[in-house]
């Protein structure tokens, strides 16, 4: 954090503050919100930084697909670049990835799951629905990833997650801490579901849990686990198990909000001998990619593991570049509890009758 933030952070989150608590009372109002056409359910969080809604919004628009439902990801598209009149961005590129690997168990019938990049999600979904694509590869509901401050866009469904490893409980508000709205807000969700609990103790995840009561006004509805399924290798040409790294020498490298639970999966599957970490959406530029060269060649490593978010930024790499393989781990969510009840939420607020059990991604 700057130093300026340390000595100001007090005053200026109290600024901050007052100005979304403004912001709030004008979207509960009903100004500026607009209404897409179809069911939107947003997935959030309080924070700046990851909790893991990718995967989250991933195991959920599958989840509706197997039931039948068309949904779209809606995302802002953090750095995106205009590619073929569209914007496009790593993140984008992530779950493109992701769901056409799980196109086998869809529906049959089900259309592409489509995902629109546009910091504008409202008017970007009204102009998808309105385009020739929309009319060919038509849609019934809509995920709106990061929206729990994207108010502009109505919701039938509001998540928010909670990083078991970053309570907001003991944070503040910007630029003092992380968090972009007070934990009052809570009360603003239908949902609240507990991320990384595999990284706490339990007698922390009972403090955060009694935390969520208070705050919220309800238990949190969920508790999940990040888990590796699998590992994805370009270079080795074949999905690998995740023991294949048992006892390999290995460097990790990652640019994600919130790097600690990435680090320590793998140094529970590998021998890790040295880490990169650069700060959330770094390009993985030149100098970021010399240094894991040199660390992996330091070492001795024999695979490198990335995430696959930042594999989109290293896939253009020439193979010739890197002195050993690099692999990225299948990231999947296991529900502690609470899959059946998370799982009728979502299908209720898209129309759709629910099943007993959230299946993995």
Request: hydrophobic share 45%; net charge neutral; with cysteine.
């Amino acid at each position: 954090m700057p130093i300026w933030a340390a000595w100001l952070g007090g005053p200026l989150s109290r600024v901050y503050g007052a100005a979304v608590a403004r912001r709030n009372l004008a979207f509960e109002g009903g100004r500026g919100v607009m209404h897409g056409g179809v069911p939107v359910i947003s997935v959030g969080n309080l924070s700046v930084g990851g909790t893991g809604k990718t995967p989250m919004v991933m195991l959920l628009a599958q989840a509706l697909r197997r039931e039948g439902r068309r949904p779209a990801v809606l995302l802002r598209g953090y750095r995106a670049r205009e590619r073929d009149g569209k914007l496009e961005s790593d993140e984008a590129e992530e779950y493109r990835r992701a769901l056409a690997r799980a196109d086998a168990g869809a529906v049959e019938g089900a259309c592409e799951i489509p995902v629109i990049v546009n910091p504008e999600r409202g008017a970007a979904l009204a102009a998808y629905l309105a385009s020739p694509e929309g009319r060919s590869a038509p849609i019934d509901c809509a995920i709106l990833d990061d929206g729990f401050q994207h108010r502009r866009l109505a919701r039938d469904l509001d998540i928010v997650l909670v990083d078991a490893t970053r309570s907001p409980f003991t944070d503040s508000l910007l630029p003092a801490g992380w968090l972009r709205e007070p934990v009052e807000s809570l009360r603003r969700a239908l949902g609240v579901v507990v991320m990384h609990a595999e990284s706490v103790t339990e007698e922390e995840l009972a403090e955060l849990e009694t935390e969520i009561a208070r705050s919220h006004g309800l238990p949190a509805i969920a508790v999940t686990r990040h888990v590796w399924g699998g590992l994805h290798s370009a270079q080795l040409g074949e999905h690998l198990g995740v023991g294949w790294l048992r006892g390999k020498r290995v460097v990790g490298a990652c640019a994600i909000g919130n790097p600690g639970p990435f680090l320590c999966e793998l140094s529970n599957h590998a021998d890790v001998r040295g880490t990169v970490v650069r700060r959330d959406h770094d390009s993985f530029g030149a100098g970021a990619r010399r240094e894991i060269r040199e660390l992996a060649r330091r070492h001795k490593a024999q695979v490198i593991v990335v995430t696959e978010k930042d594999w989109s930024k290293l896939k253009h790499v020439a193979v010739s570049e890197w002195p050993c393989p690099l692999v990225r781990p299948v990231l999947e969510i296991a529900f502690d509890r609470g899959s059946a009840e998370l799982r009728a939420m979502v299908l209720g607020a898209a129309g759709a009758p629910a099943r007993p059990t959230l299946e993995s991604t």
